[in-house]
């Protein structure tokens, strides 16, 4: 982490709040330079501590960080902003995680600062995060290296234009709900079927896991991973077919697009209330 010499600290401790505060320990990001700021969850922030070295500390840390990562719930930043605004520094790089929220409704709240805005996904938690992150009107190329830095020490991190945060939320933000769905519509067809229902999860889940691990590992396109396994008049083939003229393309399109669709309304909604103006 050679691009953050000082203190990180988060204003939540949450799954994700915890989540990157774990990829960041096992990069080797130092526990104790890590700051949770939680006071009405005392026991949330005690956990951090034990779990990862982070220290749980008071709003008045906040002045000593050179990286405040915003980890509320969207609905909370009003009052978070309110409680914490007179003692962030300044001059730190304000770090947003929250959905919906633009940067200019964080430059606001915290008076011009820079600010990079971020959709990390669950995945985090494993290591294998998926992140888009776009860095606000304020931000140097020296910032968006800082969050590349903190959000690739637990997966992948890939700059976007602010814009297009949204697909970023339809397509890896909630993806991992999708992959999940197609796994139990899996195990529930080999259950229905007649299979042994912990041995359809156990199987269903581990072909997700595998398959997700080759992807990775041959760095190709998904259709050309498909079509190697896919034989002629095969079983696969037979399998394929069927779920094409279900509709499959048309079901997962359908989803990603209700997804931006709600995600842009959402993003409005809480912008009018937050934004300048």
Do not use: H
Not at 82 to 110: H, T
């Amino acid at each position: 982490m050679t691009e953050i010499k000082g203190k990180i600290a988060f204003i939540g401790s949450g799954n994700m709040a915890r989540a990157i505060i774990g990829g960041l320990v096992r990069a080797g990001f130092p526990g104790d330079r890590i700051l949770v700021v939680n006071p009405g969850n005392p026991a949330s922030m005690e956990a951090v501590r034990q779990e990862y070295g982070a220290v749980p500390s008071n709003p008045e840390s906040l002045a000593g960080a050179e990286v405040i990562v915003i980890a509320v719930k969207p609905q909370s930043f009003p009052e978070a902003a309110a409680n914490y605004r007179a003692f962030a520094n300044p001059k730190a790089l304000f770090i947003s995680i929250m959905a919906g929220l633009s940067n200019a409704a964080v430059e606001d709240a915290f008076g011009g600062v820079r600010t990079v805005r971020v959709m990390p996904n669950i995945a985090l938690a494993a290591g294998c995060g998926a992140s888009g992150y776009a860095p606000g009107k304020y931000a140097t190329e020296a910032d968006a290296a800082v969050a590349q830095a903190i959000f690739s020490a637990a997966g992948l991190a890939v700059r976007v234009p602010e814009d297009r945060i949204n697909d970023v939320t339809a397509l890896s933000g909630s993806g991992a709900a999708y992959i999940y769905l197609l796994v139990e519509a899996m195990r529930d067809a080999a259950v229905e079927e007649g299979m042994d229902p912990a041995a359809a999860a156990a199987l269903a889940g581990q072909t997700l896991i595998g398959a997700a691990k080759q992807l990775e590992r041959e760095n190709l396109a998904p259709e050309a991973l498909r079509k190697r396994i896919t034989s002629k008049n095969g079983t696969t083939e037979a399998a394929i077919e069927k779920m094409t003229e279900s509709g499959f393309f048309e079901a997962v399109q359908a989803g990603y697009r209700a997804n931006k669709a709600r995600s842009r309304q959402l993003s409005d909604e809480l912008c009018k209330k937050y934004e300048r103006g």
